[in-house]
Structures are given as structure tokens and as C-alpha cells.
């Protein structure tokens, strides 16, 4: 799987849009964006996850390059509960097989 | 519906004892994983179920580690022997077929 470039840590204040970036200049054709969170002392929770179009759920929106080498997650807006861990992760969809987490983006959403 | 499930939530054992890590897997879901979490690190895959069969056991660091799903739907991680070094939060993650994985809270566990 394609190795992915996240920030360390950002913040964002309750209420505005949290955007976070990725970078995964290697990915190949087949292989998916996806995004995982991880709220402290809790397992990894899926979000959301695209190929080449955008793509929007109940949780954020996804927001892919033309050229698929970099992608913004974005939480409309962000409530204290979504401090967490965001992972970015490429692989190719349907595999079955396991997730190469990195070590994400840590969000911290503050009053 | 109920999610995934691990026993214990916390195992502390002693240098060189073995353990057994329990997860329950989402009904129906065909597709198992286990991961392990150290501090300040993203979860490393370990071991893969695919049913009953081990699909990809590439992650195991090594022999002292083992896992069975032997009813293709709890898994038991085994690790014999342990170390310091395998202290560390174990979570498993559950799919059905090929789609997003479910995980468990993790197992919390500390090797003295």
C-alpha cells in the first residue's frame, strides 16, 4: 500500500471547519483513500473513504485531487467530540486485507 | 446491534507467563483482524482470518505469538512467553467481506 504524509497535530476551535490534508504522492490506480478515527482510549472508527470523486456521509466530507496525489478530510463543524486521531490511509479497496495506520493527525478541537 | 467485544478490558502479567486475548466478532462477519497499538503509535496489523484460516499472518513479530478462530467467529491471540516489549493495547477489528472494519476497545495489556 501507498505510504501517506499527515500533519502531526493541528487544532481548530468548536463550531468551525476542521480541514485536514494528506499527501499520498505514491498511490496507484486501484488504490483507495481512506480515513479512520481514533478518540482517545477507543478503537478506530471508520469515516469515510473515495477513489477520485468527492464523496460526503453524515460524518465529513472527502475532498480528492484531480491528480490523487493529496486529499482533504473535512469536518463541517467540528465539536469537542471529534478530538481524536485522524489516520489517512491508501490501499486498495476490496482487498481484505489490513489497514497501514501511520501515526495520523492528531485533532484538537477547543471552546 | 452490538459492535466487537474484547476480554479482558486489562491483563497485567509477569515476564514469561502466557496470555489469551479474546475478541467477539460483529455476527456474521466473516472477516477478522488483530492489531497492536503502542503508545503515541497507529495500530500494526498483525494477523488476518479470512473464516477459519489464518489469510495473511505477516504482522505475527514471531513465533512466541499465535491465533485461532477455530468457528470462524471468536478469535483467541495467544502469546507465550511474554516480554516487556509486548506491552501494548491489542484491538481486533471485524468486516463483512471486504468492507470497512468495526473495532473493539482493545486490550490494554502490561507485561512487569
Known amino acids: 500500500d501507498a505510504k501517506t504524509t499527515q500533519p502531526p497535530s493541528m487544532d481548530c476551535a468548536e463550531g468551525r471547519a476542521a480541514n485536514l490534508p494528506c499527501n499520498h504522492s505514491?498511490?496507484?490506480?486501484?488504490?483507495?483513500v481512506y480515513w479512520y478515527r481514533q478518540i482517545h482510549s477507543q478503537g478506530p472508527q471508520y469515516i469515510i473513504h473515495?477513489?477520485?470523486n468527492n464523496e460526503t456521509n453524515e460524518m465529513a466530507s472527502l475532498i480528492i485531487t484531480e491528480d490523487r496525489k493529496s486529499s482533504t478530510l473535512i469536518l463541517p463543524h467540528a465539536t469537542l467530540r471529534d478530538t481524536a486521531v485522524y489516520y489517512c490511509i491508501v490501499r486498495v479497496a476490496n482487498s481484505g486485507y489490513a489497514l497501514n495506520f501511520g501515526k495520523g493527525t492528531s485533532l484538537l478541537v477547543t471552546p | 446491534g452490538a459492535g466487537v467485544s474484547q476480554t479482558p478490558s486489562n491483563k497485567v502479567t509477569e515476564k514469561g507467563k502466557y496470555v489469551e486475548l479474546r475478541c467477539d466478532p460483529i455476527?456474521?462477519?466473516?472477516?477478522l483482524y488483530w492489531y497492536r497499538q503502542s503508545l503515541g503509535q497507529g495500530p500494526e496489523f498483525l494477523i488476518y482470518?479470512?473464516?477459519?484460516?489464518?489469510?495473511?499472518d505477516s504482522g505475527l513479530p514471531n513465533d512466541r505469538f499465535f491465533a485461532v478462530r477455530p468457528e470462524g467467529s471468536v478469535s483467541t491471540l495467544k502469546i507465550q512467553r511474554t516480554e516487556r516489549g509486548d506491552s501494548a493495547v491489542y484491538l481486533c477489528a471485524s468486516s463483512q467481506g471486504k468492507d470497512e472494519q468495526f473495532f473493539g476497545p482493545g486490550t490494554r495489556l502490561t507485561v512487569l
Open positions: 473515495g477513489l477520485k
Open positions: 505514491t498511490i496507484s490506480g486501484n488504490e483507495y
Open positions: 455476527s456474521g462477519h466473516t472477516a
Open positions: 482470518f479470512q473464516g477459519t484460516g489464518a489469510a495473511d
